[in-house]
C-alpha cells in the first residue's frame, strides 16, 4: 500500500546552519506529495508541494524536489532561523486518500 | 476570508458514548476530509467527503461516519467510544477532491477529545 517515511527527530540545529529533512513514499503510479509545518499551538499548514517528477516545490526558502527514481522528497532549507522550529510532515496524495508521515520535530537554537 | 472552522474545540466524554464534531469549509470549497492525530504521530485519513458523496474512506472501523451537508459543512460521528480515540480531529477543505492530485488542504485547528 501506500506509505510515507521520514526521519524522526528531534533535529537539533543552530540558527543559519543548512537544514535536511529525509522523506521517501512508497506508492503506486504518480502520488502528489506535501510537505505540511505545524507551528507550536497552531494548525497545520501547506508548506509546498510537487505534483510531477522532478517538479521542485519552494516557499519561505524552503525547497523539495519530487525525485521518482528515488522515491523521495527531502526537505532542504539553506538558512535556518529560530522561527522554523516547528513540526513537518511529508504527505502524498493517491486514490482520494492522503497520506502522513509521522512528523519530524525541527528545534532551532539561536 | 474565514478558515475552515471546527467546533467544539474541546470534548471531554467515557468510554461507550458516542461523539459528533463538526466542521465548515473555506466558502467555495467542496471537499472535505476528515483526519485523527494522535500525540505523537502524524495526522491518519478518516474520510474525505466531495458533493456530499464519500470519496475516500481511511483504516477506521464502522464506529465512524461523516456525512456532508448541502452548504458542503460536515460532520463526523463516533460511536461507542474507546480510551484509544483520544485524539486531536482535524478537518480540512479543498476547492476540488483529492483525486485531482494537485489539490492542498486547508486545515482547521481541529477539536481535541478525550476519553475518559
Known amino acids: 500500500g501506500n506509505s510515507v517515511t521520514q526521519m524522526e527527530g528531534p533535529v537539533t540545529l543552530s540558527e543559519e546552519a543548512f537544514l535536511t529533512i529525509n522523506c521517501t513514499y512508497t506508492a503506486t503510479g504518480y502520488p502528489s506529495l506535501f510537505w505540511y509545518v505545524q507551528y507550536p499551538g497552531e494548525g497545520l499548514q501547506l508548506l509546498l508541494k510537487?505534483?510531477?517528477?522532478?517538479d521542485k516545490g519552494s516557499n519561505k526558502g524552503f525547497e523539495a524536489t519530487y525525485r521518482k527514481e528515488t522515491t523521495s522528497f527531502h526537505l532542504e532549507k539553506g538558512s535556518v532561523q529560530v522561527s522554523d522550529s516547528a513540526v513537518y510532515f511529508c504527505a502524498l496524495s493517491r486514490d482520494d486518500k492522503i497520506i502522513f508521515g509521522k512528523g519530524t520535530r525541527l528545534h532551532i537554537l539561536p | 476570508d474565514a478558515g475552515v472552522t471546527q467546533s467544539p474545540t474541546h470534548l471531554i466524554k467515557t468510554r461507550g458514548q458516542h461523539v459528533t464534531l463538526r466542521c465548515s469549509p473555506i466558502s467555495g470549497h467542496k471537499s472535505v476530509s476528515w483526519y485523527q492525530q494522535v500525540l505523537g504521530q502524524g495526522p491518519q485519513f478518516i474520510f474525505q467527503?466531495?458533493?456530499?458523496?464519500?470519496?475516500g474512506r481511511g483504516n477506521f472501523p464502522d464506529r465512524f461516519s461523516a456525512r456532508q451537508f448541502p452548504n458542503y459543512s460536515s460532520e463526523l460521528n463516533v460511536n461507542a467510544l474507546l480510551l484509544g480515540d483520544s485524539a486531536l480531529y482535524l478537518c480540512a477543505s479543498s476547492p476540488r477532491p483529492l483525486d485531482r492530485g494537485t489539490q492542498p488542504q486547508h486545515f482547521g485547528d481541529g477539536t481535541r477529545l478525550s476519553i475518559l
Open positions: 510537487a505534483t510531477k517528477a522532478d
Open positions: 467527503y466531495y458533493e456530499k458523496e464519500e470519496r
